[in-house]
């Protein structure tokens, strides 16, 4: 069993994507939880946190994500503030990295979700894997791809409710 990973000092800046969605903050903590759970426990999410050895490669614990006690494939619970901020934590042969989001009222009604990186990619493994995944824009699509599934999520939830 691999040791618990803990936070320090925060890892370099690496990109922050942002989202407005017509949802409450509520709504969308809910959504999000959805939404990780639906990227990160796909048999090729899992499949990929296998390959490159990642720390946790299992989903477990409960939902939506409670601090130290949730895992996604790739990702451990540091920090959940429902409605406020979820920090995942990862770590794998190529890197080691945190995933942020923070959820801030707009306006009434409005939620701003903001999902920040931050990553070391230690060695020239390292390096090209950086390369490989930043250089190339596959981070930011896929971060796009998910905050884009979160407002789907939280804006139908709130259509389905208000119906």
Do not use: Q
Not at 132 to 150: F, P, R, Y
Not at 151 to 160: D, G, K, P, V
């Amino acid at each position: 069993m691999d040791a618990p990973m803990r936070r320090s000092a925060p890892l370099p800046f690496v990109d922050e994507h942002t989202i407005l969605i017509e949802a409450h903050a509520e709504e969308v903590w809910w959504a999000l939880a959805e939404a990780l759970d639906w990227a990160f426990s796909r048999p090729a999410a899992v499949r990929y946190a296998k390959l490159v050895g990642c720390a946790d490669h299992t989903a477990s614990g409960p939902r939506p994500p409670v601090e130290a006690a949730t895992t996604f494939p790739g990702f451990r619970t540091a920090t959940a503030i429902p409605a406020g901020e979820l920090t995942l934590l990862g770590r794998h042969r190529f890197s080691s990295y945190t995933l942020t989001f923070r959820l801030d009222e707009a306006e009434p009604g409005r939620t701003r979700l903001r999902a920040e990186t931050r990553a070391t990619f230690p060695g020239p493994a390292g390096g090209l894997y950086r390369l490989l995944t930043l250089g190339t824009g596959m981070h930011a699509k896929l971060t796009g791809h998910l905050l884009t599934n979160v407002r789907r999520r939280a804006e139908r939830s709130l259509r389905t409710s208000s119906a």
